[in-house]
């Protein structure tokens, strides 16, 4: 194009022709220096944001060690002498919890007293509490069953072993609760809890554990059934999905799979039902998957733009909630690389959205419609009717009017919220129960056995 723009003729025309293209190239270059700022924006924030070892984080972890130093040297220096005229220290720690264990040690100084031998009487005294950790540790159970024989019939009696939760197995139900939480809630590998147990003289290989895990799987399978169920009967489920990665057998890479997250919390709406989430495992992310998760189930489903979702809505199905949240973070991407005022007015009114849902929390749902009704339906109608009247002034191709034409086609589909006080503005719940999977998918692999069941 630019070579279109070497023109040498004083013709009205060609000077006409050649502006238009001059202007189209600018606005052409324009949109690409726009686009790739907002890539650039995000790659940076992903690589270099709060989740990553920032500079803001190192600075901490600087002082931290200042502060660790600075204690050492404390700690290996003269004690000073107390000054006698010196108010008693106050300090203002937290007591230490009522529920813990108190082992009383009493120092006395005897019932005499050392200068003169007269007898002693208690004033009062003093209590120092200190806070110490004795480590777990292993125990055996040991199960002595004697077989005796009757002194008439010569029968042999012996009592049967009672109910275990492995079959033949060496551990108890509490070691394997340890095992099972120490992976999956506090993301230790079975590697490294080999280790951790090693240093207490017990020999655990990764192999024996993991068939552990693969064994109790099976035996809570019945209870994650009934979890489902429980999330299925409520009004509202909130739905959502991390990829995981998953090593196959026989094959040296990975392939990208998912855990699939649907959460019953009814705590905003001062529900009875306990917060409960439901997960499965797929090796893909097919639409088919959600619908055969949640099928038949008629209620409201929080969801992000999936598409995979789909199958789940329409006429004797389940009604959509759109999320707030998603919307926003379009348009504080486009705010963060560009600085755009239009992205931080869209911002600021959906603020206000949250501002009503903290005022709302709590509440029964129907107190929750009638403050929605009066003080978020305004700003959800005028915040709709701004985004379309803000499209047509941008440029089409600009990350802004994705964000404006993904928040249109969002909007209509959050507004269910304005009239049900079981629904939330957000899909958050899911999020935040999806977010220890995400946290975990770093230290291990999933790998594909018998018991991943889609």
């Known amino acids: 194009m630019l070579n279109d723009l070497d023109i040498g003729s004083d013709d009205p025309d060609e000077l006409r022709r050649a502006n238009a293209l001059l202007a189209a190239e600018v606005k052409s270059q324009a949109l690409l220096i726009e686009k790739l700022q907002h890539q650039l924006e995000g790659h940076n ?52 919890p009522d529920h813990l264990d108190r082992h009383e040690e009493v120092l006395s100084p005897g019932e005499e007293c050392g200068h003169c031998g007269g007898a002693l009487k208690t004033l009062g005294e003093d209590v120092t509490e200190e806070l110490e950790y004795v480590p777990g540790r292993f125990v055996v159970n040991r199960i002595v069953r004697p077989r005796k024989a009757c002194s008439d019939c010569e029968a042999i009696i012996q009592s049967p072993l ?33 280790q951790i147990y090693a240093r207490d003289g017990v020999e655990l290989e990764r192999s024996t554990m993991a068939d ?41 890479k990975t392939k990208t799979a998912r855990v699939w997250t649907y959460v019953r919390d009814e705590r905003p709406w001062s529900g009875q039902s306990p917060p409960c989430s439901w997960y499965q495992f797929t090796i893909d992310r097919k639409g088919e998957h959600p619908t055969n998760h949640l099928s038949g189930y008629k209620g409201w489903i929080h969801a992000d733009g999936y598409s995979g979702f789909n199958g789940l809505f329409g006429e004797s199905k389940a009604c959509e909630m759109a999320c ?120 291990s692999y999933d790998r594909l056995s018998s018991f991943a069941r889609s």
């Not at 099976?218 to 991390?242: H, K, N, S, W, Y």
């Open 45 to 96: 924030r992903h690589r270099f944001g709060s989740t990553s070892e920032s500079l803001d984080q190192l600075n901490l972890t600087f002082e931290e060690d200042e502060q660790i130093g600075a204690s050492a040297q404390a700690q290996t220096g003269p004690t000073p002498e107390p000054e006698q005229d010196k108010q008693p220290r106050q300090h203002s720690r937290k007591p230490l």
């Open 162 to 194: 009672p109910s275990r939760p492995i079959e033949r197995g060496r551990p108890g139900p509490g070691l394997l609760a340890h095992v099972l939480v120490s992976k999956y809630a506090d993301h230790l590998p079975l590697y490294r809890q080999s």
């Open 212 to 252: 552990w895990v693969g064994r109790s799987t099976a035996l809570l399978e019945p209870l994650a059934d009934a979890i489902g169920r429980m999330v299925r009967q409520g009004e509202a489920v909130f739905a959502d999905d991390t990829p995981v990665k998953m090593q196959a057998p026989g094959q040296k």
């Open 324 to 443: 707030m949240a998603h919307v926003r973070r379009k348009f504080v991407d486009v705010f963060s690389a560009q600085g755009s005022s239009v992205a931080e007015e869209a911002i600021r009114r959906i603020a206000k959205l949250y501002a009503v849902e903290k005022e709302a929390r709590g509440k029964l749902p129907e107190e929750r419609v009638a403050l929605r009704q009066h003080k978020a339906k305004p700003v959800f109608d005028e915040l709709e009717q701004w985004l379309h009247d803000q499209l047509p002034r941008i440029s089409g191709k600009s990350p802004l009017a994705k964000a404006i034409r993904y928040a249109l086609g969002r909007l209509p589909k959050a507004r269910g919220y304005l009239d049900s006080g079981c629904l939330e503005l957000d899909n958050n719940s899911a999020e935040r129960a999806v977010k220890p999977v995400a946290v975990g998918r770093k230290n």
